[in-house]
């Protein structure tokens, strides 16, 4: 019979070691994209944390049962496993209405915020969240995945389960649709 201790003294290293140190070296490398993405759909940091422990779980039971090694992007399997286990956790989100935001940013204008300051408050955070939310969800998946979750455009593919060139047409659509909307609502705010 086979020990683990035979493993290491004949230099070969034991199963369960190799797929910790898999599994260790995938979160290492992956935890903040897988991060990024559930919080992009769960909008809440302890929800998002459950969702990326919870992919890495998956992980390590997919690798128990010695499917680890047919897996040939781990970046995208495991971007396309928090991106179910956040959907299934979604909750709904606390509506702020787009007017208030809108008019929180114009306020920061007013009192002569620069550019920067703008840009990184909260106000225009919550802004764009809205706005994007407000876009039709196979266009805001795309961009969700793209920005939040720093994924190339076969990987989102692969996410998604379009073809590549769908997901390239989507995020071309989904930037050009968000510059319309912020412009609609600076035209709405310098008409004030």
């Given at each position: 019979?086979?020990?683990?201790?035979?493993?290491?003294?004949?230099?070969?290293?034991?199963?369960?070691?190799?797929?910790?140190?898999?599994?260790?070296?995938?979160?290492?490398?992956?935890?903040?994209?897988?991060?990024?993405?559930?919080?992009?759909?769960?909008?809440?940091?302890?929800?998002?944390?459950?969702?990326?422990?919870?992919?890495?779980?998956r992980l390590l039971r997919y690798g128990k049962q010695n499917r680890l090694t047919t897996v040939r992007n781990l970046r995208a399997w495991l971007?396309?496993?928090?991106?179910?286990?956040?959907?299934?956790?979604?909750?709904?989100?606390?509506?702020?209405?787009?007017?208030?935001?809108?008019n929180a940013v114009s306020g920061l204008r007013a009192r002569g915020a620069g550019v920067d300051e703008i840009a990184a408050s909260e106000q225009m955070k919550l802004l764009l969240g809205r706005l994007i939310e407000g876009l039709p969800r196979n266009l805001r998946d795309?961009?969700?995945?793209?920005?939040?979750?720093?994924?190339?455009?076969?990987?989102?593919?692969?996410?998604?389960?379009?073809p590549e060139g769908s997901v390239r047409e989507r995020l071309w659509r989904a930037q050009r649709m968000l510059k319309e909307k912020l412009l609609a609502v600076q035209e709405g705010q310098s008409r004030r």
């Amino acid at each position: 019979m086979f020990v683990p201790e035979q493993a290491i003294l004949s230099g070969a290293p034991p199963i369960a070691c190799t797929l910790d140190a898999a599994v260790e070296e995938a979160v290492r490398e992956h935890s903040r994209a897988v991060y990024g993405i559930a919080f992009s759909v769960l909008r809440n940091h302890q929800d998002a944390e459950d969702a990326t422990q919870d992919a890495f779980v998956r992980l390590l039971r997919y690798g128990k049962q010695n499917r680890l090694t047919t897996v040939r992007n781990l970046r995208a399997w495991l971007a396309r496993v928090v991106w179910r286990v956040a959907l299934d956790r979604r909750r709904a989100v606390p509506e702020v209405s787009l007017q208030e935001v809108a008019n929180a940013v114009s306020g920061l204008r007013a009192r002569g915020a620069g550019v920067d300051e703008i840009a990184a408050s909260e106000q225009m955070k919550l802004l764009l969240g809205r706005l994007i939310e407000g876009l039709p969800r196979n266009l805001r998946d795309a961009l969700t995945l793209s920005v939040t979750g720093e994924l190339s455009s076969p990987e989102i593919a692969t996410v998604l389960g379009i073809p590549e060139g769908s997901v390239r047409e989507r995020l071309w659509r989904a930037q050009r649709m968000l510059k319309e909307k912020l412009l609609a609502v600076q035209e709405g705010q310098s008409r004030r």
